[in-house]
């Protein structure tokens, strides 16, 4: 987590300054700044180098310049925390341009002593501490801890899926994280941005063996959390469903009638609004819709790209069959329901369907009707 952030002129002033709760009071902007400026100048002068960071006993003190403008200015960063080095590099670089961004006129002309139009930036800081996740940080250990329900978690860039931070109390494949995790966050996003125009709040998947990948999207990280479920999935009873079976699943691969009749018996329940059982090529044998105020019947190819995705995923990553993948947008939340060959895909509102772990128990009902 960022302790403190200060922007400071080339004359050792501090015209910005953010302090986490309960730091202000013991830190002196203009004492600090006339000290780190004095230590950089001499740095400069004597070995002809920046300073890029300082480490004290317990704070780490990052540098970065930003010499464009009239101004020059050197924006500070202190953490008690090394672990997040690379994410808070990527957020000194966002700060830097949204400041420069909003003040450009102030800051390319000569200082006046004015700082009080800088203080309005403090909306942006809590704008970018949620876009990289810094915003859950504070929670992590106590997450840990809970009866080891969390196992790791993992910052990931979007584009070009660098890890900038992770934490883990068992072994977790990176390389394999970082690439599958981007894949199915794209595979989400062409469904809702696309055809629903709708921003995604997060995914999920979860295995026959009872893990969780729980995705929370950002606008600038990806935060992948794997758990493993406190709710245990009665996996066994459904592996035992001839759905998955290799002599079952091709007879229904010739005689889909047969599995649409099966279907057609469930009640879902009522804050499901659209039911459909489609297989693998998006061919729908069979729908339920109670609420017909918009037609999903044309988004089931891209779903079953997500699903292919979520699929593809819960192989490489846990090595298990998966059981159910998830999308929560603003307003619409898709349920994807692994039946081998075919996916049964339940619709429904986001407020009524906003938490994954009572999804779960609501597809375990419907596993149960079968």
Request: glycine share 4%; charged share 25%; proline share 2%.
């Amino acid at each position: 987590m960022i302790e403190d952030l200060l922007v400071i002129t080339e004359a050792g002033q501090a015209i910005y300054s953010w302090h986490q709760k309960g730091n202000n009071e013991d830190f002196n902007d203009d004492l600090i700044s006339g000290f780190l400026t004095a230590l950089n100048s001499f740095a400069t002068i004597e070995r002809g180098e920046d300073i890029k960071s300082l480490k004290l006993r317990e704070t780490l003190i990052l540098f970065e310049k930003k010499e464009e403008l009239v101004q020059k200015l050197t924006f500070v960063i202190t953490t008690k925390n090394e672990d997040v080095i690379e994410l808070l590099h990527a957020v000194v670089h966002e700060v830097m341009d949204q400041f420069i961004l909003s003040f450009k006129d102030v800051l390319d002309k000569e200082f006046n002593g004015n700082i009080t139009p800088f203080r309005k930036f403090d909306q942006n800081i809590t704008r970018i501490l949620n876009y990289y996740g810094l915003d859950t940080l504070e929670s992590l250990d106590k997450e840990f801890s809970q009866e080891n329900f969390l196992k790791a978690v993992l910052f990931i860039e979007p584009k070009g899926g660098n890890i900038f931070f992770a934490k883990a109390n068992e072994y977790i494949n990176k390389e394999k994280m970082s690439f599958l995790v981007p894949l199915l966050v794209n595979s989400s996003k062409l469904l809702y941005k696309n055809n629903l125009n709708q921003e995604i709040n997060w995914l999920t998947l979860s295995t026959v063996e009872n893990e969780i990948l729980l995705i929370d999207i950002r606008y600038r990280i990806i935060i992948a959390r794997i758990y493993k479920s406190q709710f245990i999935l009665k996996t066994q009873e459904i592996l035992k469903l001839p759905y998955f079976s290799e002599k079952s699943k091709n007879a229904y691969l010739k005689k889909p009638q047969k599995i649409a009749d099966k279907f057609k018996n469930i009640h879902p329940p009522p804050n499901i609004k659209q039911l459909f059982l489609v297989d693998l090529l998006g061919k729908i044998f069979f729908k339920k819709v109670i609420d017909d105020s918009f037609n999903y019947d044309n988004l089931i190819p891209e779903t079953i790209s997500f699903l292919t995705s979520s699929k593809k995923s819960s192989e490489e990553i846990f090595k298990r069959i998966m059981l159910i993948s998830i999308i929560s947008g603003v307003n619409t939340t898709t349920i994807c329901m692994n039946f081998g060959n075919f996916a049964l895909i339940l619709l429904g509102n986001t407020k009524e369907l906003n938490d994954f772990q009572e999804l779960q128990k609501l597809c375990m009902i419907i596993y149960e009707q079968l």
